[in-house]
């Protein structure tokens, strides 16, 4: 009778890599989506390369890729007038940056800042920094660069990579090729850059990937469009309740009364003399 075979190191160390080649064909395949942070499948949301910023409503963090707001790069909104709400939806991102005591700058406002009001978000005034831009120059040359000192800082701010979040209220009908290099200074930017524009540029792209349309939705309300994203389109707008800044008496003057109902008048509201608006620092 035979014996047992007994193999040798040499023979055992050659059958190694044909066992682990035949258990990796074995394996399935991974999916394509897991190789790359940029790639994802049509039905699908994007990845971020970075940590999203969590916007603060769980209903819009659903529908934002990364589960919030990006970072390094624009993030474009389109409201037909300011004053809609749009800074109570930035304001739990603003503030958890702010917390971290992080710089927050803002671009051209197109009013004074209320200071109460900011506090009353949460926001820590200490943190803030605000830039408004001085068009001087004039012809030929201020029809080619609106603005072009504003956005001279504003590429300057997103490429030092120093700033925490960054909202810019931009001058309407902005090139494209101004836009691209945004983006590409937002790639050395570590947090959220918000871009405040008109609704019209809706008509125009943009290399910013991520934009929302925002529209009033009654009091304390927004609605929310995403009109661009990396994943699917959106199949409706979303409502979100904001935080309440009117008294109960207030909403039942900018509430509807239902038939037969008599809404009381509200009483005027005392002078507020202790409200200062933020200075502002511009360029010279």
């Known amino acids: 009778m035979l014996g047992p075979v007994v193999a040798s190191p040499s023979t055992a160390a050659a ?5 682990a080649a035949a258990t ?16 994802w499948r049509a039905h699908q949301l994007g990845r971020s390369r970075d940590q999203a910023l969590a916007s603060g409503f769980a209903a819009l963090d659903l529908e934002l890729p990364g589960g919030g707001w990006p970072r390094r790069a624009l993030s474009e909104l389109l409201l037909p007038h300011p004053g809609i709400g749009e800074l109570r939806l930035l304001a739990p991102a603003l503030r958890e940056v702010a917390a971290a005591g992080r710089v927050l700058m803002l671009f051209d406002p197109p009013a004074s800042l209320c200071a109460p009001g900011w506090a009353q978000l949460g926001i ?42 960054v909202l810019a209220w931009l001058p309407a009908r902005l090139k494209t090729d101004v836009l691209r290099r945004l983006q590409l200074a937002a790639q050395s930017h570590d947090g959220p850059a918000f871009l405040l524009r008109e609704p019209t540029a809706q008509q125009r792209p943009s290399p910013a990937p991520l934009r929302l349309s925002l529209q009033p939705a009654g009091a304390d309300a927004l609605s929310v469009r995403v009109l661009k994203r990396r994943g699917p389109a959106q199949l409706q707008p979303l409502v979100l309740r904001l935080p309440a800044v009117l008294p109960p008496l207030l909403h039942q003057r900018t509430d509807p009364p239902a038939d037969g109902q008599r809404v009381a008048p509200a009483r005027p509201m005392a002078p507020i003399s202790s409200l200062q608006p933020l200075r502002a620092a511009g360029r010279h």
């Open 24 to 39: 990796q064909r074995e394996r399935p395949p991974a999916p394509l989506e897991t190789l790359h942070p940029a790639l």
């Open 124 to 165: 820590d005034l200490q943190q803030l920094v605000i830039v408004q831009g001085k068009a001087r120059v004039r012809g030929r040359a201020r029809e080619l660069l609106p603005h072009a000192d504003l956005l001279w800082a504003l590429e300057q701010a997103l490429k030092s990579g120093h700033v925490g979040a």
């Open 15 to 19: 059958a190694a890599p044909r066992r």
